[in-house]
Structures are given as structure tokens and as C-alpha cells.
């Protein structure tokens, strides 16, 4: 059963209302998190944290008297906490007057859920503050020596996502296969054989590489290059570990002469992949007490 809502619900006058931090985490390195984030998990009442943040995280920094709620997303899998659910917490918690952080991986705005977040804290006059995190993107670049606007390889960095088949239209992908922008994409490992097909159809130069980075900044990650025109022969078909990050652009090319991480020889995932008992546990542990 989920919270619902009633007039009873909105914030009283003169009703102890809490705060809620929405956080970014960093990319999965926990040394990649803001003194700003860490401060705040270290006075937070509670916690609600996605699957992509750093275990490490969560025990250096968080209080063990907080409770800490586990909030992760999996879609490829089919096993998320709804986003309902995640607004009905938030909402749960601060009208308690606990202090609330919702950490996110990487940067709290980007490919996240936020506006929905800001939307319903704004509904029930709940304060908030966004403090932001490096995003995978960059964290990604930078553990694979790949300057994302080098000079003379790119005029700028676009941050995209195709995870669905119908998302970009054919003159968006021809405009994509023209530009000099360094292109990122996120949650799109699954649909890249469609993405270069689509890139090579609208005849994108050859001087243009690809690269795959599986749980970048972690000490698992893997950089997989090659050029857009052998990805059929080289890459396609290989199931890449999540998350992985997609990387199309001349500075990919920079990658073989700046690299300083080595690829890691460990296929184990970093990030804890969210069970059907995570879910349900934590909705019906911290739901039934809102009714």
C-alpha cells in the first residue's frame, strides 16, 4: 500500500517541517563525491539512495543512526523502486522534520528523475537544496584520458540517451553523424548496434571512434575502443556491464596515447544489481508506517 496523500498531508503553519539535500554522488569512485554531499550525509536523519552510489559511500559517511533506504533503479532488468514511491518517502520523511538526503549517482539533474522530485516537494512546501556531483560523462573522460572538447578534435560535448529504438529521428541521426560534437551517450549500451548503424547510414567521417567504459572510475572499469566502420567486426554483440557509458567523437582517438588506468582483468560488477526483495522490503517497511 502506498502513502496517499490528503489535505491533512501538506505542510501546517508552524509544523516542523524537514529538509531534503538532493545529492549528487560522483560517477562510483567514493573519492569523487563533493565535500559539500559528504558534509550533508553526515547530518542526514535519512537517506535514500540509488543503486549507482559507492557503497563506500554510504559507510564512511553516513551516521549509523540514520536510516538508510534503498531506492535503486534497474530497468534493464525490470526491478525498480517506482518513482511514486520515491516522491511518497521523500514527502513521508520530511513531514517528521527529519533531515533528508536523496543521493543520486553522478550529478543529481542529469538523466535523473529530479523534476519529478522538485515537483512534489514544491507541492507539499517542502524546502530542498541541489548540490551537484561529477557526472559519469566526465568522470568517464577522465579515467580514460579522453578530453571531451580537445582542441582540434571537438567544438563541443552533447550529453544524450537512447535507450529506446523510436527516440531519435533520422534527422536528428544525420545531424549527429555531422557535427564535430563530442556525443556521450548514457543508458544506451543495449541499443548501440542500432546507434552506429544509424550514424554509418548518414555516412559519419571515419575519423570518428567509438568507446564503450563499463563502470568508469571504479576499480572495474574497461575502455573498449575501436572505429565506427569496424564496430560489426570488433565490438557488436558483446553484453557490456552496467553502467556503461558510450563515447563517439574524434577525441576517442586520444584515448591510446593519455590513457593511465589500466583496464581492469575483473568482470564483477561494482554496483550491487537491485532484487525483487530490496523493493519489496523497503516499500512495505517504510510505507506502512506513513498510512
Known amino acids: 500500500m502506498l502513502l496517499q496523500h490528503s489535505p491533512s498531508t501538506k505542510k501546517q503553519p508552524g509544523r516542523n517541517t524537514g529538509k531534503v539535500i538532493l545529492a549528487g554522488a560522483g560517477p562510483g569512485d567514493p573519492d569523487l563525491i563533493t565535500v559539500k554531499a559528504a558534509d550533508a550525509l553526515r547530518k542526514a536523519d535519512v537517506?535514500?539512495?540509488?543503486?549507482?552510489?559507492?557503497e563506500v559511500i554510504l559507510h564512511r559517511y553516513v551516521p549509523a543512526t540514520a536510516e538508510i533506504v534503498y531506492v535503486g533503479k534497474e530497468c534493464s532488468k525490470k526491478r525498480s523502486v517506482p518513482q511514486k514511491t520515491i516522491n511518497e518517502l521523500l514527502v513521508h520523511y520530511a513531514l517528521q522534520g527529519k533531515g533528508v538526503v536523496r543521493?543520486?549517482?553522478?550529478?543529481?539533474?542529469?538523466?535523473?528523475?529530479?523534476?519529478?522530485?522538485?515537483?512534489?516537494l514544491t507541492e507539499h512546501a517542502i524546502s530542498y537544496e541541489i548540490i551537484p556531483g561529477v557526472t559519469a560523462a566526465l568522470g568517464a573522460a577522465a579515467c580514460a584520458g579522453m578530453p571531451l572538447t580537445a582542441r582540434g578534435y571537438a567544438t563541443a560535448v552533447r550529453f544524450l540517451t537512447y535507450y529506446k529504438s523510436d527516440m531519435v529521428t533520422d534527422a536528428y541521426w544525420k545531424e549527429l553523424a555531422g557535427t564535430e560534437d563530442t556525443l556521450v551517450f548514457y543508458m544506451s549500451s543495449g541499443t548501440l548496434d542500432q546507434a552506429v548503424q544509424k550514424l554509418i547510414q548518414f555516412r559519419i567521417s571515419k575519423e570518428k571512434h567509438l568507446a564503450v567504459i563499463e563502470q568508469a572510475t571504479t576499480c572495474f572499469q574497461q575502455v573498449h575502443t575501436c572505429s565506427l566502420y569496424d564496430y560489426a567486426t570488433t565490438?557488436?554483440?558483446?553484453?557490456?556491464?552496467?553502467?556503461?557509458?558510450?563515447?563517439i567523437g574524434k577525441v576517442v582517438a586520444l584515448h591510446q596515447q593519455f590513457k593511465w588506468l589500466a583496464n581492469s582483468h575483473n568482470r564483477?560488477?561494482?554496483?550491487?544489481?537491485?532484487?525483487?526483495?530490496?523493493?519489496?522490503?523497503?516499500?512495505?517497511?517504510?510505507?506502512?508506517?506513513?498510512?
Do not use: C, W
Open 47 to 54: 537517506v535514500l539512495t540509488d543503486r549507482l552510489v559507492s
Open 103 to 120: 543521493l543520486k549517482g553522478g550529478d543529481a539533474s542529469i538523466f535523473s528523475n529530479i523534476l519529478d522530485e522538485l515537483q512534489t
Open 235 to 247: 565490438l557488436k554483440g558483446i553484453t557490456f556491464a552496467s553502467p556503461s557509458l558510450v563515447v
Open 268 to 291: 564483477q560488477l561494482y554496483f550491487k544489481p537491485v532484487t525483487e526483495e530490496m523493493i519489496n522490503v523497503h516499500q512495505q517497511n517504510n510505507l506502512k508506517h506513513a498510512i
